[in-house]
C-alpha cells in the first residue's frame, strides 16, 4: 500500500486481522514497550514495513538480522504496527496515512493505539490509570464495561491524533488507550497498565508479570531512545496535552 510518500512493502500477505495495536515512542515510551512486549509474548510473524525517504536512513538489528525501524506483524486476528524510532513532525501526517490506508486494505475491524498521558504524581501512583478516546459512542459503553474512563477534555498532539484524525475522517474505528505516565523516563509500569486493558478490552490474554518485573532493566536499555523521543516530541505542541481547550470552559 502506498500513501503519498511512504509506503507499506509487505513481507507475508495477510488478508484479515480483526485488531490492530499501534505504537511508537512518545510520552513514557509507553506504546512502544506495550506493543513490542505483546509482539514477542505472542509470537507474532513480521509481514510488512514502512519505506519512505521522509524517515531517518537507519536500519534497526535484532539477532543480527537488519530490519525496518517501522514494521507490521500479525498473528490470528491481531496485527500490531510498531515504530522503534520517533516519528519527526513533518513525517508524521503520510506516515498516519500510510498506517490508515494498510488498516483498511486488511479489512480490520478496529484500529487500538496505545500511548501515555504525562502526570506529574506518577512516582506516589502503584496502579497507573488508563484513560480512552474513540471515534464514536459505541467504543465509549466498551471502555465503561472494561473499567477505562473516558478522557472528557483535553488535547492530543503527534502520531496518535494524525492517525485518529485521519481514521474520523474515513469512517475507520480507532481508539486510543492513554496511560498515567512519566513524561521523561521509560514507564513499563504504564505500558502494562494498557496490557491489561487489552487483556479485558478484546481478550489478548498477555501476562504482564515479566514486563514488571524487568522493569528498571527496561528502563535501562531505553533511556536512549527516551532521549531521542524527548527531541522529538520538543518540535510538537505535546505540552499542549496537559491543558483544558477552551470550548466548554
Not at 143 to 169: Q, R
Amino acid at each position: 500500500m502506498q500513501s503519498s510518500e511512504v509506503s507499506m512493502v509487505e513481507t507475508k500477505p495477510i488478508k484479515h486481522a480483526k485488531y490492530c495495536l499501534l505504537g511508537s515512542p512518545d510520552v513514557g515510551l509507553v506504546g512502544a514497550i506495550a506493543v513490542s512486549f505483546v509482539i514477542q509474548s505472542l509470537k507474532m510473524d513480521a509481514v510488512a514495513s514502512l519505506d519512505s525517504d521522509i524517515l531517518p536512513p537507519l536500519v534497526v538489528v535484532h539477532d543480527g538480522v537488519p530490519q525496518a525501524p517501522f514494521r507490521a506483524y500479525a498473528k490470528n486476528d491481531l496485527a500490531a504496527l510498531i515504530s522503534e524510532i520517533p516519528v519527526e513532525s513533518r513525517a508524521i501526517s503520510p506516515v498516519a496515512r500510510a498506517v490508515v490506508d494498510w488498516v483498511q486494505s486488511k479489512n480490520i475491524e478496529m484500529l487500538i493505539s496505545i500511548s501515555g498521558v504525562p502526570v506529574e504524581n506518577r512516582l506516589d501512583i502503584e496502579v497507573p490509570k488508563v484513560y480512552g478516546i474513540g471515534t464514536s459512542a459505541t467504543m465509549l459503553e466498551s471502555f465503561k464495561k472494561v473499567g477505562v474512563e473516558p478522557l472528557e477534555e483535553g488535547f492530543m498532539a503527534g502520531l496518535h491524533a494524525v492517525v485518529m484524525k485521519e481514521c474520523m475522517k474515513r469512517g475507520v474505528n480507532n481508539i486510543v488507550l492513554l496511560a498515567q505516565s512519566h513524561l521523561q523516563y521509560p514507564d513499563p509500569g504504564a505500558a502494562a497498565s494498557a496490557i491489561n486493558v487489552l487483556n479485558s478490552l478484546i481478550n489478548l490474554g498477555v501476562d504482564v508479570k515479566k514486563l514488571l518485573d524487568e522493569e528498571e532493566e527496561i528502563r535501562l536499555k531505553t533511556r536512549e531512545l527516551m532521549q531521542r523521543t524527548q527531541r522529538s516530541m520538543s518540535q510538537m505542541p505535546k505540552s499542549s496535552e496537559q491543558e483544558i481547550p477552551m470550548m466548554y470552559v
